[in-house]
Structures are given as structure tokens and as C-alpha cells.
């Protein structure tokens, strides 16, 4: 059994969501469900795969291992940003 480890993130820091499979992202709506987005920040991009949801009035991104299967790993906050676009944080507060 080979085990993957996360690529390391820094918590509480805001990451540009870059891409939601495969386009750029334009509604919150596409965050729900099954996602596969790539996230930067400083110049350091990061590939999270999982599911997507609404949970108390917040979207959240539940990431899963590397192949977007098996228990969470993080759970990221989706907020839209002034600028229209979208960013996520693990560990911020909720």
C-alpha cells in the first residue's frame, strides 16, 4: 500500500483558486459536488482534490487524498473576492 502525502499549505493564508476543472471558475455553484481545482499563492501552486459543499451558510472544499478518494484531509472555506475571483483557506477562522 503506497501512502500519499498532501503537499504542504500554509494555514490561515488565502490561495487564488486558478482553475476548477479544467476552466476558470465563475459561480460558487461549480464548488458543490466532486472538484479537482489548482490553487496559488506567492508563486507556489497546489493541486486539491474532493468534494464541495454548503455547510452552514459557507462553501466548503473537503479535500481528499491525491486521487480525490478516502478521508479528508483539509477542509478549505471558498470565498468570493471583491475582484470576482475565488480563494480558499484551511485553518482560518470560522
Not at 494555514?11 to 476558470?24: A, H, I, K, N
Request: net charge negative.
Amino acid at each position: 500500500m503506497t501512502l500519499h502525502t498532501p503537499e504542504p499549505v500554509i494555514s490561515s493564508q488565502r490561495y487564488v483558486v486558478t482553475e476548477l476543472d479544467g476552466r476558470r471558475p465563475s459561480e460558487a455553484s461549480a464548488f458543490v459536488g466532486t472538484v479537482s481545482m489548482t490553487v496559488e499563492s506567492n508563486g507556489d501552486s497546489h493541486h486539491i482534490c474532493g468534494t464541495g459543499g454548503e455547510v452552514g451558510g459557507a462553501l466548503r472544499i473537503y479535500e481528499k487524498g491525491v486521487d480525490g478518494e478516502g478521508k479528508d484531509v483539509r477542509v478549505w472555506d471558498l470565498t468570493l473576492e471583491d475582484d470576482g475571483t475565488f480563494s480558499v483557506m484551511h485553518g482560518g477562522p470560522r
